[in-house]
């Protein structure tokens, strides 16, 4: 993560945010995002779905303006700006989380089978939401702005 970034587009937008605040908030969604994976509680689920709806109000916020922001580095060194896909992504995990709040899922009963296609589904969500950031950002010529 890059901290400073995110804040210099933060404040881009005219909000006053101290660094330490954008720390804690990576944090805070890497804490969020792991308990909701580990236990699937409905106070973590509401939290990631809170965060992802934040992510994508932030996202077309940035979008509208027009305010030259640079990637918050969660996809490692490329520089990512936020783009359409952005919205996607966080769309869906909104509408994830709060399908899941609907009917909570749960670890508990799976066998060895059904966990394993679980952790499939899972880590596959994650490298597909990384295509479309990453390599959609690329295809799209906005990596390296």
């Known amino acids: 993560m890059r901290p400073h970034d995110?804040?210099?587009?933060i404040r881009q937008l005219g909000l006053p945010v101290p660094v330490g605040a954008v720390r804690?908030?990576?944090?805070?969604?890497?804490v969020v995002g792991g308990a909701t994976v580990v236990t699937m509680a409905p106070m973590f689920i509401l939290a990631q779905c809170l965060l992802y709806l934040s992510f994508t109000v932030w996202t077309v916020a940035a979008l509208r303006t027009g305010a030259p922001i640079s990637s918050c580095g969660c996809?490692?060194?490329?520089?990512?700006?936020?783009?359409?896909?952005?919205?996607?992504?966080?769309?869906?995990?909104?509408?994830?989380?709060?399908?899941?709040?609907?009917?909570?899922?749960?670890?508990?009963?799976?066998?060895?089978?059904?966990?394993?296609?679980?952790?499939?589904?899972?880590?596959?969500?994650?490298?597909?939401?990384?295509?479309?950031?990453?390599?959609g950002a690329q295809a799209a010529g906005l990596v390296g702005r």
């Open 6 to 9: 995110t804040t210099r587009a």
């Open 75 to 135: 996809l490692g060194r490329d520089d990512t700006p936020p783009y359409p896909g952005h919205v996607a992504v966080n769309l869906i995990g909104v509408v994830g989380a709060a399908a899941a709040l609907l009917a909570p899922p749960t670890w508990a009963g799976l066998g060895a089978l059904e966990g394993t296609a679980a952790a499939l589904l899972v880590g596959t969500g994650v490298w597909l939401a990384w295509q479309v950031l990453g390599v």
């Open 24 to 30: 804690l908030l990576a944090a805070a969604e890497m």
